[in-house]
């Protein structure tokens, strides 16, 4: 079992940065693919972008790449989210979540692959 909680979010001006972490209970959070999605009203939550169990591997969705970094600590249980450049199309729950890794296949392209969610946390872009 993995408890996740974020924190970071918050109301920024468009073109500002915001950074936002996860922190995971338990000792085998090297062992998990991590994402970050978000979820705007009225909309289908989405990937935002993954990172692998060593962090050797990422994916960006096109609408943030070259704006947002994922990057992990291991050592600290922790996940992060850089955004910068900000868009009011940015304004979401962001929520970290938790993909089994055991073998080190990667994935975690889906939502429907991931194994623990943390409660969200809100980001609104103000233009």
């Known amino acids: 079992q993995v408890q996740l909680v974020e924190s970071g979010g918050g109301l920024v001006q468009a073109g500002g940065s915001l950074r936002l972490s996860c922190a995971a209970s338990?000792?085998?959070?090297?062992?998990?693919?991590m994402g970050w999605f978000r979820q705007a009203p009225g909309k289908e939550r989405e990937l935002v972008a993954r990172i692998t169990r060593n962090g050797a591997s990422t994916y960006y969705a096109d609408s943030v790449k070259g704006r947002f970094t994922i990057s992990r600590d291991n050592a600290k249980n922790t996940m992060y989210l850089q955004m910068n450049s900000l868009k009011p199309d940015d304004t979401a729950v962001y929520y970290c979540?938790?993909?089994?890794?055991?073998?080190?296949?990667?994935?975690?392209?889906?939502?429907?692959?991931?194994?623990?969610w943390g409660q969200g946390t809100q980001v609104t872009v103000s233009s």
């Open positions: 338990g000792r085998t959070f090297s062992s998990y693919v």
């Open positions: 979540a938790a993909r089994k890794d055991p073998l080190g296949i990667g994935g975690g392209l889906a939502v429907s692959s991931y194994d623990y």
